[in-house]
């Protein structure tokens, strides 16, 4: 906020307009800090919950909200990264589920040692997030309709790969199902996969706020022109974004197998909508250039807690479905809102 | 006019063809020490054609552009831009989201000393943020007191003086700028001029293309009039009327001379 000067100086004619009104007032504190208002819907939920339900608020339950969430916020944290290109990821559950097919696979009827079954998962959720970049920097197409027809690809070979069944994490080395493994905390259950996902928030938020890369992210998505004449080879800010999601969507594959003690191609299709979901509850704009991982950690919390939330209180599971709809349109509204400042 | 000496940039026989469509003909540019130099032209004169191949963004069929009398080719706004020559572009000028700082270092940003910037990465905020206030004081936008404002937070003509300062901050030879006060009210339009003064008092030669013929003749010293894809003429504001540049832009009246 610019402070009122009285005396008219050489630039007096760039004052910043002073806003009086509450409505505007809040506006401005959160567009400022976007975080703001999903971090109060979380608590909010999370007191409302509590009141209804005393077992809510136990370590047991919250510790499986946490690994509950933990998959959809590893996928919603590449999810991020694209959206604030201004793009969008629909092969978000094709490629982890995919990638964990492939893992089971190379462990299990390649018979590859549990490490190296890992990483060639992680290359090749790597390289399905690369052939994304490519189809959407070189043939210069929608990310939509390239992640559309990806997410449609991706989800055949893994019928094919996998022969629709599904490898049980008892067939398969122990680093597989590592990620599902808990410490204990006093009575909360912390497993190495949640472990995992929070120093992928922590290393993606000082990667987007204090490094050029991040810097990159932001302006090729707010005004991609804008920031090709900077200097920015857009190209390649766009490239790196979709290959780091894929790496990020064969992590969240692992951390999938340990969750599910399982490799299973049926699951996953709800991933794409619930992994976009928490990007928009947190806050991120669908229009690119604005949000955080923040906000999308805080968004997939969101999820998991309603879900929960609304379980305990016994609403059926068709009725969640309705809430979390409710939500993601009361926060996509609020994004319009906010983003009215400028004008 | 000082012909005497070297301009600073300048352009010989440009010509650009588009298919069976000319944009520009054997047409030709100088740019002096410490002047601002006005493009006019109407729509389709092929100024902004012109304008594309100093800066780097249109490679011309034939034609030599000269730096400080050296022959240069440019391939791309980047190596325009590296051989000194910044651009400030009609609408494109800035991005929204990030703040002021971050706007002024877009593509050039700066990392830290030692570890944590060359394997960590990390950007050296505190530094960029002091100098980009620097910078902004300098052209005298003192005013936008904090920094780490969001660009989109700011009028259009505090957006406008964000990139003129970037182009200012770090155009080490020529400052081009592309219609700064098309989409501004009066008020914020004389700012800008007043910023474009500053630039050049600076010892920065501008070159700035504008429809707005009050503008032009209020800042500029000498004014280039583009027509049919050929420089027609260049006036002073002192010499001509805007009633006679218009006539010569449209080709109502004959150019006065042919070309200093």
């Known amino acids: 906020?610019?402070?009122?000067?009285?005396?008219?100086?050489?630039?007096?004619?760039?004052?910043?307009?002073?806003?009086?009104?509450?409505?505007?007032?809040?506006?401005?504190?959160?567009?400022?800090?976007?975080?703001?208002?999903?971090?109060?819907?979380?608590?909010?939920?999370?007191?409302?919950?509590?009141?209804?339900?005393?077992?809510?608020?136990?370590?047991?339950?919250?510790?499986?909200?946490?690994?509950?969430?933990?998959?959809?916020?590893?996928?919603?944290?590449?999810?991020?990264?694209?959206?604030?290109?201004?793009?969008?990821?629909?092969?978000?559950?094709?490629?982890?589920?995919?990638?964990?097919?492939?893992?089971?696979?190379?462990?299990?009827?390649?018979?590859?040692?549990?490490?190296?079954?890992?990483?060639?998962?992680?290359?090749?959720?790597?390289?399905?997030?690369?052939?994304?970049?490519?189809?959407?920097?070189?043939?210069?197409?929608?990310?939509?309709?390239?992640?559309?027809?990806?997410?449609?690809?991706?989800?055949?070979?893994?019928?094919?790969?996998?022969?629709?069944?599904?490898?049980?994490?008892?067939?398969?080395?122990?680093?597989?199902?590592?990620?599902?493994?808990?410490?204990?905390?006093?009575?909360?259950?912390?497993?190495?996969?949640?472990?995992?996902?929070?120093?992928?928030?922590?290393?993606?938020?000082?990667?987007?706020?204090?490094?050029?890369?991040?810097?990159?992210?932001?302006?090729?998505g707010d005004d991609i022109e804008a920031a090709r004449l900077a200097g920015i080879r857009t190209d390649r800010v766009l490239f790196s974004v979709y290959t780091v999601a894929g790496l990020l969507y064969a992590i969240g594959a692992w951390i999938l197998i340990g969750r599910l003690a399982s490799a299973s191609p049926n699951v996953g299709l709800e991933y794409n909508l619930d992994s976009i979901t928490a990007v928009v509850l947190g806050g991120t704009s669908l229009f690119g250039g604005r949000g955080g991982v923040l906000g999308t950690l805080i968004g997939a919390l969101i999820v998991g807690v309603f879900r929960n939330g609304l379980q305990l209180a016994g609403v059926e599971v068709v009725w969640q479905g309705f809430a979390i709809g409710l939500l993601v349109l009361v926060a996509v509204s609020l994004d319009q809102w906010i983003r009215k400042v400028k004008s | 006019m000082t012909v005497t000496t070297t301009p600073v940039l300048a352009a010989r026989g440009i010509t650009k063809r588009y298919g069976r469509v000319t944009a520009i003909e054997n047409s030709d540019l100088e740019l002096y020490p410490g002047e601002i130099l006005a493009v006019i032209g109407d729509n389709g004169a092929g100024k902004s054609s012109l304008i594309k191949a100093l800066s780097g963004a249109l490679i011309p069929d034939r034609g030599e552009i000269y730096l400080d009398g050296e022959r240069v080719h440019f391939r791309n706004p980047m190596d325009a831009r590296a051989a000194g020559i910044e651009t400030v572009y009609q609408t494109l000028a800035v991005a929204p989201g990030l703040d002021i700082a971050d706007n002024l270092f877009l593509g050039r940003e700066e990392?830290?000393?030692?570890?944590?910037?060359?394997?960590?990465?990390?950007?050296?905020?505190?530094?960029?943020?002091?100098?980009?206030?620097?910078?902004?004081?300098?052209?005298?936008?003192?005013?936008?007191?904090?920094?780490?404002?969001?660009v989109e937070s700011l009028s259009g003509g505090q957006r406008q003086a964000v990139a003129v300062a970037r182009s200012a901050a770090f155009g080490s030879k020529v400052v081009i700028l592309d219609e700064p006060t098309a989409a501004l009210g009066v008020k914020e339009g004389n700012r800008v001029l007043q910023l474009i003064r500053d630039v050049r008092n600076r010892g920065l030669p501008v070159i700035l293309i504008s429809h707005n013929m009050p503008h032009v003749f209020e800042v500029a010293d000498r004014i280039h009039i583009q027509r049919l894809g050929r420089r027609a003429t260049v006036i002073t504001p002192t010499s001509h009327s805007m009633s006679d540049a218009v006539a010569i832009m449209t080709g109502a009246a004959p150019p006065p001379d042919p070309v200093a």
């Open chain 1, 1 to 220: 906020m610019s402070t009122a000067t009285t005396e008219p100086g050489p630039g007096a004619d760039f004052e910043v307009a002073r806003h009086d009104s509450l409505g505007l007032r809040i506006q401005h504190v959160l567009h400022g800090n976007p975080v703001l208002g999903p971090l109060a819907v979380l608590l909010a939920a999370i007191v409302a919950f509590s009141l209804f339900n005393s077992r809510f608020f136990s370590a047991a339950n919250l510790s499986l909200v946490l690994a509950q969430v933990t998959v959809i916020a590893v996928l919603a944290l590449g999810q991020t990264l694209i959206i604030l290109t201004a793009g969008i990821d629909l092969s978000v559950g094709a490629i982890a589920v995919f990638s964990s097919i492939l893992m089971a696979t190379f462990c299990t009827r390649a018979g590859l040692p549990g490490v190296l079954a890992l990483l060639l998962g992680f290359a090749c959720g790597t390289a399905m997030g690369a052939l994304n970049g490519v189809l959407v920097t070189r043939l210069n197409l929608p990310p939509f309709i390239v992640t559309l027809g990806t997410l449609t690809i991706f989800f055949s070979l893994n019928s094919v790969v996998s022969g629709s069944e599904t490898t049980r994490g008892s067939d398969m080395p122990s680093i597989m199902t590592w990620t599902g493994t808990t410490i204990p905390i006093g009575t909360f259950r912390l497993t190495y996969g949640s472990i995992i996902m929070l120093a992928l928030f922590a290393f993606f938020f000082y990667a987007l706020g204090r490094t050029a890369w991040g810097k990159h992210v932001y302006a090729t």
């Open chain 2, 111 to 150: 990392r830290k000393k030692g570890v944590l910037g060359s394997v960590f990465r990390m950007l050296d905020r505190g530094h960029m943020r002091s100098e980009a206030k620097r910078h902004m004081s300098e052209l005298g936008v003192a005013t936008l007191q904090n920094i780490g404002q969001a």
